[in-house]
């Protein structure tokens, strides 16, 4: 989860707490498989009748699982790394759905956690950053080049959730 989608598209990898529990539904309603922090249900679903547990396990066995990135921007940096899930306890139950997406050149904790995580390299910096010094969308990131980051929320979600990528 975010709460600043234009960071979405320099998504490198998501970040589990390893002492939490963690669960895989069926959402009843979507017909779709979700994980998420067991203690976070309630940010999803209003009733338990809305899902079914299919599975319950600790954060710390998601840790190295790989996933399809939102975009396909960064996906280059699959086979150095990206797009697995690291473990760090600074991940809370108190919102979101207890798995976080980490961009590391965006944020302190996401910084630490991909480095320490093998997701990037010291000296790839510039690469792992696809906006510029006015705060614009670089060419490789296709459908909002130019766009100033902010303005690009609103064209972010609304792409995620055409593509049914958003929950």
């Known amino acids: 989860w975010t709460t600043t989608p ?4 320099s998504n490198l990898a998501l970040c589990a707490n390893p ?10 309603t979507r017909d779709q498989k979700f994980i998420m922090m067991e203690a976070r249900l309630c940010a999803l679903y209003k009733d338990e ?9 600790p954060g710390s066995s998601l840790a190295g699982k790989t996933y399809k990135p939102l975009f396909s921007y960064m996906e280059y940096m699959k086979n150095d ?7 760090d ?5 108190d919102a979101g759905t207890g798995i976080v997406h980490q961009a590391p050149a965006f944020g302190e904790d996401d910084y630490r956690i991909c480095l320490t995580n093998g997701v990037f390299k010291k000296g790839q910096e510039p690469e792992i950053c696809p906006v510029d010094a006015s705060g614009k969308f670089l060419p490789k990131v296709s459908d909002f ?3 100033y980051v902010k303005d690009a929320d609103k064209q972010i979600i609304k792409k ?8």
């Open 160 to 167: 995620l959730k055409d593509e049914g990528r958003m929950v």
């Open 145 to 147: 080049n130019g766009m």
């Open 81 to 87: 790394g990206a797009f697995k899930i690291c473990i």
């Open 89 to 93: 306890s600074y991940v809370s139950s």
């Open 49 to 57: 009748t809305e899902y079914e547990v299919l599975e319950n396990f």
């Open 6 to 9: 234009w960071t979405l598209p």
């Open 19 to 28: 002492s939490q529990n963690y669960v895989k539904v069926h959402d009843k």
